[in-house]
């Protein structure tokens, strides 16, 4: 992450509560409560799909239709 941020990175930091270390370091940082480590990612995942429809969103790009998409589904 330092690394990154060196070379004009703008990071988000995504951790569980108590993990106050990436404040630091990140220039954002968002909160994943607490739960058993099998369900922490089901939990990241919310987070990361705003920002990826939000940066999308920003970047004028349409998140109701993908482009490419015919590579990854088939319609009969």
Not at 22 to 28: K, L, N, P, R
Not at 39 to 53: E, G, R
């Amino acid at each position: 992450m330092v690394e990154t941020k060196s070379r004009g990175a703008y990071l988000m930091g995504l951790t569980s509560y108590g993990n106050y270390n990436v404040e630091d370091t990140a220039d954002f940082t968002v909160y994943v409560p607490r739960t058993d480590p099998h369900f922490a990612t089901s939990l990241a995942v919310i987070p990361l799909q705003l920002m990826a429809y939000y940066v999308s969103v920003a970047r004028g790009l349409d998140v109701d239709k993908p482009r490419n998409l015919a590579k990854s589904v088939t319609v009969e």
